[in-house]
């Protein structure tokens, strides 16, 4: 999850090929990672309006919570229900990690306490009372894709 780098070193390294509903050309950035051929569709629900971007990352095992993976940006956020397609390079499992840059400042924000201050959600069940491991947040691509659903929850 790009938690634990964010906060330092910005969003410009975190997030490849994307297709979003409703989204143009010049909404959608798709320059940073890595190419892939296998769709992997994550459906967002719970966006809320903001400014700033939504950046969305598939990482393995091995580069979970670190700056390398798959992904993509939503340049612009859609109230309600969003959805995107982001290609990886083989199948597996992979972590999905969703940040709603709401004040496009490219820093996820936390308060002194360490909670986010911005809109994020993640697949798989994650805990609440700790940070989550990449087993808890898991999903398995297939070589042919997959669907994963990714519930936004923003600070109230």
Avoid: C
Wanted: glycine fraction near 10%; charge should be negative.
């Amino acid at each position: 999850m790009f938690v634990s780098k964010l906060k330092t070193l910005g969003a410009a390294a975190l997030l490849t090929t994307i297709s979003a509903v409703g989204a143009t050309a010049a909404d959608v950035s798709s320059d940073i990672y890595e190419a892939g051929d296998i769709p992997v569709t994550v459906n967002l629900s719970g966006v809320q309006i903001a400014d700033g971007p939504i950046y969305i990352s598939l990482q393995k095992r091995e580069q979970y919570r670190g700056m390398a993976g798959h992904g993509a940006v939503l340049k612009l956020a859609t109230p309600g229900n969003m959805t995107a397609v982001v290609n990886v390079s083989e199948p597996g499992d992979y972590s999905v990690s969703v940040w709603h840059d709401m004040n496009d400042d490219k820093v996820f924000g936390l308060s002194e306490s360490y909670r986010p201050t911005e809109g994020w959600g993640a697949s798989g069940a994650i805990p609440t009372t700790r940070v989550p491991t990449f087993d808890d947040v898991k999903i398995t691509v297939e070589s042919f894709g997959t669907t994963v659903n990714v519930p936004l929850v923003y600070p109230s």
